[in-house]
C-alpha cells in the first residue's frame, strides 16, 4: 500500500485515528485498503450507503461510516458515564469504521446490484469474514457480523455490538427522513422486495 493511498483512508475516516492500537489501526486501514482493491469502485468514496436506492438519495458510504462513527463514539461516552460501563473504545471505533467495508465488494459499480460474492455472502458476514483475513480479533469481526437486522445471522452480544448495530440504523434512518423519504420503502423498491 502507498503511503498516499494510507492517508487518503485515514483522511476519509478520521475515527482510525482515534484507534489507540497500532495493530488495530493499521488493520482497519488495510482492510479498507484491500476492499476497495478487490471492488470494481474508481475511488472508495463512490460507494453509496446502499447501492441499489443510489438513483432515489445522494448518500455516500464514507459520509454514513462517519456519521455512525461519531454517533457511536458520543454514545459510547454517556453510556460509559451513565451505567458505569467498561466499553473497548478501540474494538467500538474498528466496528464503527468497517461496519460497512464489504459494500465495496458487495456491489458493482456499474449495475449498483449484487456481484457475485455478494451473492455468495450476505452483508455483514463478508465484512465480519473481511476482518477476520485481516487478522482482526474476533470481537470487531463480532461488531461488524452482528450490526444489520437483516442481514447479521446473530444478534449484539456485546455492548460495542449494540451500539452499532442500533446506531447505524438510527443514523441512517434519520438521514433518508431528514429528506422526506422513507427508507425502508426506497429499499424495498430497489432490491424488488414489496415494502
Known amino acids: 500500500m502507498r503511503q498516499e493511498d494510507r492517508d487518503h483512508i485515514v483522511n476519509l475516516f478520521p475515527s482510525i485515528r482515534q484507534i489507540g492500537d497500532d495493530g488495530i489501526r493499521e488493520k ?13 469502485f474508481p475511488r472508495i468514496e463512490d460507494v453509496h450507503q446502499f447501492e441499489p436506492a443510489r438513483d432515489h438519495i445522494a448518500y455516500t458510504n464514507v459520509d454514513h461510516t462517519n456519521q455512525v462513527c461519531r454517533a457511536c463514539e458520543q454514545m459510547g461516552e454517556i453510556l460509559a458515564a451513565l451505567l458505569n460501563l467498561r466499553l473497548n473504545r478501540d474494538y467500538l471505533l474498528a466496528g464503527a469504521v468497517l461496519h460497512d467495508v464489504d459494500k465495496m465488494v458487495i456491489f458493482d ?16 458476514v463478508m465484512g465480519a469474514a473481511m476482518a477476520r483475513e485481516e487478522g482482526l480479533p474476533e470481537e470487531i469481526a463480532h461488531v461488524i ?4 437486522f437483516k442481514y447479521s445471522p446473530a444478534p449484539p452480544s456485546t455492548i460495542e455490538a449494540l451500539l452499532v448495530r442500533h446506531l447505524d440504523h438510527v443514523v441512517a434512518q434519520s438521514y433518508y427522513l431528514s429528506k422526506g423519504l422513507d427508507m425502508e420503502k426506497i429499499l424495498a423498491q430497489s432490491t424488488g422486495r414489496n415494502p
Open 28 to 40: 482497519v486501514i488495510r482492510a479498507w485498503y484491500n476492499a476497495w482493491k478487490q471492488g470494481n
Open 109 to 124: 459499480a456499474r449495475s449498483g446490484g449484487l456481484t457475485e460474492r455478494g451473492r455468495r455472502l450476505p452483508h455483514a
Open 145 to 148: 457480523g452482528a450490526h444489520s
